[in-house]
């Protein structure tokens, strides 16, 4: 396998993760609308459900996933033979 071939190879995988952190990321901010929050007195019995301030930290770790694709994905592009 030469150096083109190797470098091409990371490319595959920089667009799958930024893809995937892309659609994450969008599902979580969608979901902050629809979800309940903590403080709401209706849904005090109900403790393993996900609210509203959950979404802040899975959507920074997507967002982290979501730069990490791109370094990799334009690192790849640059390296040339």
Not at 6 to 32: D, K, T, V
Request: net charge positive.
């Amino acid at each position: 396998m030469n150096k083109k071939n190797f470098i091409n190879f990371f490319r595959i995988p920089g667009l799958i993760l930024i893809f995937l952190s892309a659609g994450l990321l969008i599902r979580e901010l969608l979901q902050y609308n629809t979800l309940p929050s903590m403080k709401d007195p209706v849904l005090e019995l109900v403790d393993f459900s996900k609210y509203k301030e959950n979404v802040f930290n899975n959507s920074i770790v997507w967002s982290i996933f979501l730069v990490l694709g791109f370094s990799i994905y334009l690192g790849s592009k640059k390296v040339k033979e």
